[in-house]
């Protein structure tokens, strides 16, 4: 093959013109390929480097693979007065993209029970899992390792609507749960209303609350499947570290015990049309946090998603001009230079969904392709 392709380049034209010596021919020119193991060596090596492209993909992906770095969850309360609350959004969701929320109205023991319920579900056999909580994408439970019944699920979540219904004896176990995932639901949609009065975009729930759904997403072990979201609320029941995959990068907070660690999802970036920083996927339990009394809890995930009905259509819901200024002084600006352009083209939150949860693109941001 390589004395072929030598053989090719020696009848080539040559590029000095008729005037330059002729080539030697083949016969009186050593065949090096041949005959230096050397040659043969570094001409594999050479053919089985891989393009510029592919050489420069692990560089960009280790900004992302890197260890978590620890970082400053910002405190908000919704108890400060109005102009403190929205400044204090301002800064923390257009720098970080999270914040742990304090002097709520969620009990503590209810969080305690709805991990109880939770625990004693991921207890349950597969079968008994599968038979009570059927899997209806995204709903029901879902293990990581559907295909390996040896193992014990290393990866396993249980989603959970606010509406689904189930067998008496299932509803009577999952009490203070139900319960739990409705006061979430409450303090998620307060939290999305701060956002929209903050940041200047329209809060579709606002005038029908049936524009959003929530989901409880409940993992046990390593299930780190993502799920597009308005903004996702956990509860912090101990003290315990979370990983996060910010648009900074990796990090790891550490919220206050009985606060509620709150992170805003794409949708929201996408509503504010980019105003607000983002996180990737949910919240996840780090490694190294222990619970001496309960080893189980440790692993024990519960995530509140205010997130879209299926059929939704995602796109930025821009400031309305009437609502951006003052008085009528102030309305003397022309009204195209007012007009805030795009940087999220319209798409189909289902397809998005679908992709994100399957394909767990955990070190490339799913909204690229949307970027006008």
Request: glycine share 4%; charged share 20%; hydrophobic share 35%.
């Amino acid at each position: 093959m390589a004395s072929s392709a030598h053989k090719h380049h020696l009848h080539l034209p040559s590029p000095y013109g008729a005037t330059a010596a002729p080539p030697p021919t083949p016969s009186a020119q050593p065949n090096l390929l041949s005959t230096s193991d050397a040659a043969d060596s570094l001409s594999c090596l050479l053919h089985r480097l891989p393009p510029t492209l592919t050489l420069s993909l692990p560089s960009r992906r280790s900004s992302l693979s890197t260890a978590t770095v620890p970082a400053v969850s910002p405190l908000i309360s919704f108890s400060e007065p109005a102009e403190t609350l929205r400044s204090n959004l301002l800064s923390a969701c257009s720098q970080v993209g999270f914040f742990q929320l304090t002097d709520h109205n969620i009990p503590s023991q209810l969080a305690h029970s709805a991990e109880s319920e939770s625990i004693s579900v991921f207890n349950l056999s597969r079968e008994e899992k599968q038979l009570q909580f059927p899997k209806i994408w995204p709903l029901g439970y879902d293990a990581d390792d559907d295909d390996d019944e040896s193992t014990s699920a290393a990866g396993e979540s249980l989603c959970l609507d606010s509406t689904t219904r189930y067998a008496d004896s299932t509803e009577r176990n999952l009490s203070s749960l139900r319960e739990f995932v409705g006061e979430m639901e409450k303090l998620g949609l307060k939290v999305i209303e701060a956002l929209s009065s903050a940041f200047g975009f329209d809060n579709p729930a606002r005038e029908d609350p049936n524009r959003v759904s929530s989901l409880m997403w409940i993992s046990e072990g390593s299930s780190s499947r993502m799920y597009p979201y308005v903004v996702g609320l956990q509860y912090q029941i101990r003290c315990q570290k979370y990983s996060l995959l910010a648009d900074s990068g990796c990090v790891s907070v550490s919220p206050r015990v009985d606060s509620v660690l709150v992170t805003v999802g794409d949708i929201a970036q996408v509503w504010s049309n980019g105003k607000l920083k983002k996180v990737r996927g949910r919240a996840l339990p780090s490694a190294t946090a222990v619970d001496a009394n309960n080893s189980n809890s440790n692993s024990i995930s519960m995530t509140l998603l205010v997130t879209l009905p299926l059929e939704s259509i995602v796109s930025p819901l821009l400031p309305n001009p009437e609502f951006a200024g003052g008085g009528d002084d102030d309305k003397v600006v022309d009204e195209e230079e007012e007009k805030e352009e795009r940087i999220f083209s319209s798409f189909s939150f289902e397809d998005y969904a679908w992709r994100v949860n399957h394909e767990r693109l955990s070190f490339k941001d799913p909204l690229i392709r949307y970027r006008i």
